[in-house]
């Protein structure tokens, strides 16, 4: 059965709710207070959400040469094209734990050398932030829902790092089984459940939507390698050491490098695929997940404490940095342009040097 057209973007699409403004500042109070937190007990300001990275890559993008009309859209619309691009895999909460604390991971790719008008907030840049997660769907619908789970996960920051630990690995075997039964664990990955995978092997995604040229998609990041696809169901001893899963990635990465395939689902029937509610994963049969380009990473080293100064600390990563082609949508992605600025800021203050968006892609030591 043919698909439906994919649906044109306009401004209308979006529909503001009248708690945002609320929710917004809720959310950058428990971002404000997650940097305070981590800088006071480790004298060093940290994120206030994916503070901890795995690894830290120089990647090339290379766009299909083949694409449909339809995928031909915003930076993808020239065939074969190559962005030079960073980036950065990390855990999701605010404080540096030990790698036997399993949490749902995060995938941050920063493109240059980008053309086009942008967006607010990133004039005079030449970049492109795309931020995915290994969850299909976001953790809660719109921006209250984000403010209350953030509230959480500031009252939780800077507690016992053990029982966090303890927790997990109580945790991992329940949500193992309850996916061999086909349910939904998807709350217990967030507490702590998260499977013992490889960094490198893992499925992320934009988790909501945005705009992709004259259409609406959200994106997906496959391993695309045999380098990192043999490691999809890689299982890791996480109680080998504070910092494995970058040990880990270190090894592949200096022996093998690889390739992940970057696709996008666009949005065809706004019944299943909404705009507003971040919570609903878009169904494939309505859409599948379409290839549009390659990401590639060449043998080199994971991650080191000079690559963390370079971009943990000198760089930052937000889904407003870049062109209208690939405007943010919705509930969620509307506090994102309102808190992420503030948390930056907050970070650079405690570091004592501001962040500038470089031009070029800074060479990683």
Known sequence: MPHQSPIRYHADLETPSADEKEAIEEIKDSMLNIIGKTHEDLGHAQRSVHAKSHALLEATVTVHPDLSAELRQGIFAEPGRTYPAIIRISTIPGDPLRDSVSLPRGFAIKLFDVEGTRLPGSEGDVTQDFLFASAPAFAAPDAAGFAKNLKLIARTTDRVEWAKSALSWILRPIVRGLEAMGADAGALKAMGGYPET????????????????????????????????????????????????????????????????????????????????????????????????????????????????????????????????????????????????????????????????????????
């Open 198 to 365: 490889h960094p490198l092997g893992e499925h992320c995604y934009t988790q909501v939507p945005l705009r992709f040229g004259d259409y609406v998609a959200k994106l997906d990041i496959v391993p695309r390698s045999e380098s990192f696809k043999r490691l999809t169901d890689d299982r890791i001893d996480l109680s080998e050491g504070p910092d494995v899963l970058r040990e880990a990635v270190a090894e592949v990465m200096a022996r093998d490098g690889g390739e992940w395939t970057l696709r996008a689902q666009l949005c065809r029937n706004l019944e299943t695929q909404p705009i507003e509610d971040a919570s609903v994963v878009w169904p494939e049969e309505d859409s599948p997940y379409l290839e549009i380009a390659t990401i590639s990473v060449a043998p080199q080293t994971g991650w080191s404490e000079g690559r963390s100064r370079a971009v943990d600390d000198g760089l930052t990563f937000r889904p407003w940095r870049g062109i209208e082609q690939h405007r943010p949508l919705g509930n969620v992605m509307r506090a994102r342009r309102e808190v992420y600025p503030v948390a930056a800021a907050k970070r650079s203050a405690l570091i004592g040097c501001p962040m500038h968006e470089p031009k070029s892609r800074p060479e990683l030591p």
